[in-house]
DNA sequence: AACTCCCGCCAGACA
DNA sequence: TGTCTGGCGGGAGTT
């Protein structure tokens, strides 16, 4: 029996998965939120901005507060930290991974025992005292603990670290829930802990901290983190080739090269990030550039403001291959003819492109109607003389 | 078929 | 007791 929910009798609906994912939803929220004079952020009200429930905010707030983008305020109540806060968050990461005297460095870290309650205060507070409500007194604790385990910000924090200290640049989830699991081999957890980590790792992505790719041998799906550096190093796609944008299409492949490079660049990420000079990709050279890094750190998702080299953010246009930099006087009507913004984003892509072929055939259409107008009314003009010429 | 991950139930914490 | 928080896994969409 057919139902209202059989694909045949489906409407063509305007639902999409994709604009529902929690990386579409992050990417949201941070250009909601990632501007200047933004310090509190409520979640009733970030729900309701985005048009969201709860449930999914608390999903965001608590992966970006576990890299110290915000913090716990009070209830319901979250303190904008932005992008700066970062490299902090990531460097004490790094510490711990690298201090914690639970963590077995195998060729993959067990993170099963990585946390206990001296190491873990709630996922923003690896600085602060935290004198947050998260941390409970006495009475709840133990079953608080447990809970806190299994929390989205200490997952996302130990996720983290098994990137930094894994010798491995490409992880797949499975391997990372293995990790992160322990010893446990409960085909139910092992889901349950990988459907988090696609979370997680979705979040993660859409901030350009980690990529996606497959696993030149195993084919698998895996990530590879980015980190800061990686992040503006990627966002600088060399201009001569847009597709040796670090940047890989999912499914190529990655050469040792590459790998090598980009394994140094992984560890360089957590030591560099308050560095106020990044190499960047401009025009296809390498060049250092200095930026703040600190309080003036761009914010992510925002167009850059000031260097035009720099590209932030998911939306952000990429500068095609072969385009250099503005000349004065240039030939704006060429540069319009030959210069096609490649959007990272599919969807800005395609309608960008849309509304070229767009403007193009309406330009077309517009120039065959002068066109024939003109020469109409030279035909009537005639016709009009050939008229008079009767008379 | 495997991968991906949205969605919302529901239990525990908190006010 | 009502509300907030968020772990969890079913199952639908995507590849």
Request: glycine share 6%; hydrophobic share 30%.
């Amino acid at each position: 029996m057919a139902s209202l929910h059989d694909s045949e009798t489906k409407v063509p609906s305007l639902y999409s998965r994709k604009e529902k994912s929690l990386g579409v939803l992050c990417s949201n929220f941070l250009r909601l939120y990632n501007r200047e004079g933004v310090e509190s952020i409520g979640l009733d009200n970030a729900a309701t901005q985005l048009g969201v429930e709860r449930r999914r905010i608390y999903d965001i707030v608590n992966i970006l507060e576990s890299v110290g983008v915000l913090t716990r305020k009070a209830k319901n109540q979250y303190t904008w930290k932005g992008f700066k806060a970062i490299p902090h968050a990531l460097e004490e990461l790094r510490k711990q991974a690298s201090t914690n005297d639970n963590l077995k460095m195998s060729q993959y870290c067990s993170f099963g025992t990585v946390v206990n309650e001296n190491d873990y205060r709630g996922p923003s507070n690896s600085n602060n005292s935290n004198t947050d409500s998260h941390t409970k007194t006495c009475g709840s604790y133990k079953s608080d603990t447990n809970r806190k385990e299994k929390s989205l910000g200490l997952l996302t924090q130990n996720f983290i670290k098994l990137f930094i200290s894994s010798k491995e640049d490409l992880i797949s989830l499975d391997t990372a829930a293995t990790a992160l699991l322990g010893d446990v081999h409960d085909p139910t957890a092992m889901r349950t802990k990988v459907r988090r980590l696609y979370d997680i790792a979705n979040v993660f992505s859409s901030m350009d901290l980690l990529e996606k790719m497959r696993h030149p041998e195993s084919g698998k799906p895996s990530f590879r983190w980015l980190g800061l550096k990686g992040h503006v190093e990627t966002k600088c796609v060399p201009l001569d080739n847009t597709i040796n944008s670090k940047r890989r299409v999912f499914g190529t492949d990655i050469s040792n090269q590459d790998d090598l490079k980009l394994k140094k660049q992984k560890m360089e990420c957590l030591s560099d990030w308050s560095s106020k000079e990044v190499t960047v990709a401009i025009n296809g050279n390498i060049e250092i550039v200095k930026v703040e890094c600190d309080e003036n750190l761009p914010p992510l998702p925002l167009p850059q403001r000031n260097s035009k080299e720099f590209v932030f953010g998911p939306f952000t246009p990429v500068v095609a291959s072969g385009v250099k930099k503005s000349k004065q006087g240039q030939n704006w009507e060429n540069l319009a003819d030959t210069y096609r913004p490649q959007y990272r984003n599919k969807a800005l892509n395609d309608l960008f492109g849309h509304y070229v072929e767009a403007w193009k055939s309406w330009y077309v259409e517009a120039a065959e109607k002068k066109h024939t107008l003109a020469f109409t009314s030279k035909q009537t003009q005639a016709k009009g003389l050939v008229v008079d010429d009767t008379r």
